[in-house]
């Protein structure tokens, strides 16, 4: 049986068919439509919205592909207060936003306690609201403390889940192990969790992204955030290239068809990628955008790779423009909370 079939009907593959499924061009466009038929029998034409809020670029992390790492000097760090947070909120939720996605670096002004009075405050004023937190690895006991406050969601790419892959993306002291922890004690304590990874990140290879997708099959994310690796000139990648569209587009594809209920966002990277990256994700499987509502003046300053799209645009701007492009592509921006349909 043809393999974009096979695995649309179980849902799973050999990896030698994985395999081959990634590393060909040949099946793109039974593969893209076959992943286009799920997501439609599931969503439909609905394409969910979350207003991402980054509210920091402090971190105490060096991972080696990451333009807010703590050994790059020349990033200019900024933190927002609660108050810049909640307004952010307000301007989101006028604009239609039922979800708002707090993230940042792993930034240690940011207790637990600042944490929970941030997401209480949000829970509060908006109890409609999904709230998201995607503030990178802290203990169980923090994790608990943030989801009694009110968050409902968690994001944290796993980023590889080959041990040996991840040590060459990141300094010594951090740990696949904790990581993968983390994201099972998230689900466990009752969090719609979002795992994912890079496509392209410097020494992956396509067995370990069959390693993904076998770590993805064991968590089963309601989410799964997946986006090229883009270059960075101030770490030490400087030199490596960014990750293919195709294969990008691809992976999304094949996300789909694995697991036909999840949240799939097409990312600001792959609309940084290509100018019509996003629309393409879409038609890809994907079924979730994430426009910006920071502050205009911190949106440069939140740079993880280069280049980064919609930096120089006010929220409204964003929104009205991704409505359009989200409408080109044959879909249907929806404003409700957008939650995952098992
Ligand atoms: N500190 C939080 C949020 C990280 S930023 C955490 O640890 O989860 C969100 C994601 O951006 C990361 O998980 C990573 O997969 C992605 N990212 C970082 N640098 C990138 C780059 N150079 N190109 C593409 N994606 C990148």
Partial sequence: MELTAKLKKNRDLSDEELIALLNTSEFDASLREAADGVRRERYGDAVFVRGLIEFTNYCKNDCYYCGIRAGNRAAERYRLTAEQILDCCAAGYDLGFRTFVLQGGEDPYFTDERICAIVSAIRETYPDCAITLSIGERS????????????????????????????????????????????????EIGYQVGAGFMVGSPYQTTENIVADLRFLQRLQPDMIGVGPYLVHKQTPFCDMANGPLDL???????????????????????????????????????????????????????????????????????????????????????????????
């Avoid at 790419?157 to 040590?167: F, I, P, Q």
């Avoid at 019509?276 to 499987?285: C, H, P, S």
């Fill in 248 to 342: 990008t587009l691809r992976i999304l594809s094949v996300l789909r068809l694995m697991f036909p209920y999840v949240l799939l966002p097409a990312t600001t990277a792959l609309g940084t990628l290509h100018p019509l990256g996003r629309e393409l994700g879409l038609k890809a499987g994907a079924n979730v955008v994430m426009p910006n509502l920071s502050p205009a003046d911190v949106r440069k300053k939140y740079e993880l790779y280069e280049n980064k799209i919609c930096t120089g645009d006010e929220a409204a701007e964003c929104r009205r423009c991704l409505e359009q492009r989200v409408k080109a592509a044959g879909y249907r921006v929806v404003t409700d909370r957008g939650d995952v349909k098992r």
């Fill in 140 to 187: 169980r006991a923090s994790y608990e403390a943030f989801f009694r406050a009110g968050a409902n969601r968690y994001l944290l790419r796993h980023e590889t889940a080959d041990d040996a892959h991840y040590a060459l993306l990141h300094p010594p002291g951090m740990s696949p192990e904790n990581r993968k922890r983390c994201l099972f004690d998230l689900k």
